[in-house]
């Protein structure tokens, strides 16, 4: 990659043509949860701009500036008041849209307080969480749509991350590494043949397809599950920064989010159905070490970077074990989430894409790199008119990411579109077609050695 086109894809602030282009979406940035009426506001870092989130005694949610336009204290230490927040060093006293509402160190006959406002998000809760909209479109874009009504109970998640945005979601589009970072020692023989465990490690390369969609792109790594069956891992990237990982089955409901707070830090939100209980062992019942979903979560600080962190980090060396290494867990760390974070963090703050050699099994990062750079181009050009996922919120309708076994002859875009037309939707959108990546077909089962 060019030097310049990695600073296009990764630099997020106020002008970048991926800030901008970014800025006309919605994204989720705190648990609604997180807010209490009346309680201290939160200071919210996005896309490079620092806001201050509260939500007043009757129940309104603001998102605004952190400054006051007055003297620029931070309104951080100011007083959540029924219909805004008040600044304690002269009074001056903001509504949820960022007017000025009260001048009390000014004269009660001048109209001065009208004619002041802070920048103010747009607001909305949905799915259990907070979204904002901080673009410049007087009327902003409808709330992205989901699936998430069709999970039943649902779960949002958050987690902090120490680097850039897109090696952060890129690893989420990286379905090999599953393979290596997260079960590197297992093999085929600690696992049942007929499961998909077992075809996973008799097989760690498999063959590729990836191809452009509405939504941005999707991929499908495939390979033989026994003599008569195929093995498909599909997952997908929707603009923005949205991720669908083939983590579960297919059916499965589970969207992820990689929220830039600046150019170098990130947040990832995760809305899923329940996850099931989880106990991953080998056939002879043992555990596999490390293993797990579990994070080790800090205690929330109310600075800039203080939510959602874990305690294994760059400065512990993520709390590496060399003997866990050493006996079987290949990465000698402790859980998959805190595997990802590990390995996208010690890329650097930003990943210096220049020096790389991608491989048969990079094509969805390359292609979604492709994408991503079209867009965002053609969007600072003013020959993007439309936005997926954002102009036409129903873009996302009965996209679903997940592995699923199928007879061989079976192609994995048939089953993919099979399920979305017939049994995730109504039938009112269209399949998935266009130029495709695959070149061969499903490989010749045969037995590899253990």
Same mark, same amino acid.
């Given at each position: ?80 008041? &029924?219909? %805004?927040?008040?600044?304690? !060093? ?5 509504? @949820?849209?960022?007017?000025?509402? +009260?001048? #009390? ?86 696992? &049942?043949? %007929?499961?998909?465990?077992? !075809? ?5 390369? @498999?063959?590729?397809?990836?191809? +452009?969609? #509405? ?236």
């Amino acid at each position: 990659m060019r030097a310049e086109d990695n600073e296009l894809l990764t630099r997020v602030g106020p002008g970048t043509p991926m800030g901008e282009f970014m800025r006309q979406y919605w994204m989720p940035i705190a648990r609604s949860s997180e807010f209490e009426a009346g309680g201290a506001p939160i200071r919210l870092r996005i896309l490079g701009e620092n806001f201050l989130g509260f939500r007043s005694p009757d129940g309104t949610l603001g998102v605004v500036d952190h400054l006051c336009a007055h003297r620029c204290a931070s309104l951080f230490y100011g007083r959540n008041e &029924e219909h %805004g927040i008040r600044c304690v !060093y002269h009074g001056w006293k903001f509504a @949820p849209n960022g007017q000025c509402i +009260e001048m #009390p160190s000014e004269p009660a006959e001048t109209d001065y307080k009208e004619r002041v406002k802070i920048k103010a998000a747009r607001v909305e809760e949905k799915y259990g969480a907070v979204w904002v909209y901080i673009g410049d479109a007087e009327t902003p874009p409808p709330m992205p749509t989901f699936e998430f009504e069709k999970a039943g109970e649902l779960t949002v998640d958050f987690l902090f991350r120490e680097c850039n945005w897109l090696q952060a979601l890129e690893g989420d589009i990286d379905t090999v590494h599953a393979g290596f970072l997260h079960g590197g020692a297992n093999k085929k023989n600690h696992f &049942e043949p %007929g499961t998909v465990d077992y !075809y996973r490690y008799e097989n760690r390369h @498999p063959k590729y397809d990836a191809m +452009e969609a #509405p939504w941005g792109t999707t991929y499908c790594a495939y390979r033989a599950a026994g003599p008569d069956d195929a093995y498909y891992r599909i997952g997908h990237f929707l603009l923005p920064f949205w991720t669908m990982a083939p983590s579960e089955p297919l059916d499965f409901i589970r969207t992820r989010c990689w929220v830039p707070v600046d150019d170098y830090h990130s947040m990832l939100v995760v809305f899923s159905q329940p996850m099931p209980v989880w106990d991953p062992r080998r056939k002879d019942g043992s555990k596999i070490w490390g293993s797990t979903l579990k994070l080790n979560y800090l205690p929330n600080t109310t600075d800039w970077y203080g939510r959602y962190r874990i305690e294994e980090n760059r400065r512990n060396d993520h709390n590496i074990s060399r003997e866990m290494q050493r006996n079987g867990n290949y990465t000698g760390l402790a859980g998959i989430p805190t595997q990802d974070q590990m390995i996208t963090e010690s890329m650097g703050p930003i990943e210096d894409r220049t020096k790389e050699h991608l491989g048969t099994s990079d094509k969805m990062i390359a292609l979604t790199r492709r994408v991503l750079l079209r867009s965002i181009q053609a969007f600072r050009d003013g020959q993007l008119t439309t936005l997926p996922g954002a102009t036409d919120p129903s873009t996302h309708t009965g996209v679903r990411g997940g592995w699923v076994v199928t007879p061989k002859e079976v192609d994995w875009l048939d089953e993919f579109n099979r399920r979305r037309l017939n049994v995730w939707t109504d039938g009112d959108v269209e399949p998935l077609t266009g130029p495709r990546g695959r070149v061969a077909p499903v490989v010749v089962y045969e037995e590899l050695p253990a």
